[in-house]
Nanobody, 116 residues
Framework: QVQLVESGGGLVQPGGSLRLSCTAS????????MGWYRQAPGNQRELVAS???????NYADSVKGRFTISRDNAKNTVYLQMNSLKPEDTAVYHC??????????WGQGTQVTVSS
């Protein structure tokens, strides 16, 4: 099993930036996918960005050009740099860990609020 600890959410004005971090511990597979999902009130959880341990990346269309996902495999940590934030980015952001050999893990979530 894998445990995830997230940090970095908060309140920011439109146009501002935030950086989220998520560190995994436990039964880490050499091949895995770590990513970020978000859920706003009344909405389904949606993929924001994901990155494999081989550094293949996937972004939601709504964040392309504004958000950047990166990872440090030595630290089992994935980052999400969020720039040019918009009010519609407001949500609880959850880290996810996936690999073929263990159950998918979710972080507890971190609140991101974009408001003036």
């Amino acid at each position: 099993q894998v445990q995830l600890v997230e940090s970095g959410g908060g309140l920011v004005q439109p146009g501002g930036s935030l950086r989220l971090s998520c560190t995994a511990s436990g039964s880490i597979d050499r091949f895995n996918v770590m990513g970020w999902y978000r859920q706003a009130p009344g909405n389904q959880r949606e993929l924001v960005a994901s990155m494999t341990s081989a550094f293949a990346i996937n972004y939601a269309d709504s964040v392309k050009g504004r958000f950047t996902i990166s990872r440090d495999n030595a630290k089992n940590t994935v980052y999400l740099q969020m720039n040019s934030l918009k009010p519609e980015d407001t949500a609880v952001y959850h880290c996810q860990y996936y690999s073929p050999n263990v159950p998918t893990s979710w972080g507890q979530g971190t609140q991101v609020t974009v408001s003036s």
